[in-house]
């Protein structure tokens, strides 16, 4: 037997308990460079802990997933956190977990509206990186430096993601 989660769209605020949204709908924001832009300012804390570390930047080129979503599997971080902003308006689905006694809970989903990216914290769940409909390509932000810094877990029984209609 399959459970069943449809996901939601992504906001500020549904998303607070596990991490941050990287917009333009943002507070904290004013004028750079004469005027001539406008800078968007820390929309996320970046972490990087454990020996070596360092914060770096690099670009995923993903390939999308077919819909309904088979779920069997998600990852955490424990030294630092990951960001992940799309460089093209489309969509693309977050999954994310609490931490429970036993590993992670159950999933919770969000597809982002064009302009939206995440930031997970150290030791977030999460699924892998999500595009939907077509390859995506990704500017993100983590952590490099040695030891392990992915943990997996295989949920027992899968999940059955779909998109909101």
């Known amino acids: 037997m399959t459970r069943t989660i449809t996901a939601r769209p992504l ?3 549904a998303f607070a308990e596990f991490g941050d949204v990287l917009d333009t709908d943002w507070d904290n ?7 001539r832009c406008e800078r968007y300012h820390d929309l996320a804390k970046v972490e990087a802990e454990g020996p070596n570390a360092h914060v770096v930047i690099s670009l995923f080129k993903g390939t999308p997933y077919d819909f309904p979503l088979t779920l069997g599997m998600v990852e ?13 308006p489309a969509p693309f689905l977050v999954v994310v977990c609490h931490d429970g006694p036993d590993g992670p809970g159950e999933p919770h989903a969000f ?10 914290p150290r030791n977030c769940w999460h699924a892998v990186l999500t595009p939907i409909g077509a390859p995506q390509d990704f500017l993100v932000v983590d952590r490099a430096g040695d030891g392990t810094n992915v943990e997996e877990h295989h949920f027992d029984e899968a999940y059955e993601i779909h998109l909101p209609e």
């Open 11 to 13: 906001t500020r605020e």
């Open 29 to 35: 924001h004013f004028p750079i460079n004469g005027g």
């Open 76 to 88: 955490r971080h424990p030294f630092g956190s990951q960001a992940f902003m799309p460089l093209s």
């Open 111 to 120: 597809v982002t509206k064009p302009g939206q990216g995440v930031s997970y």
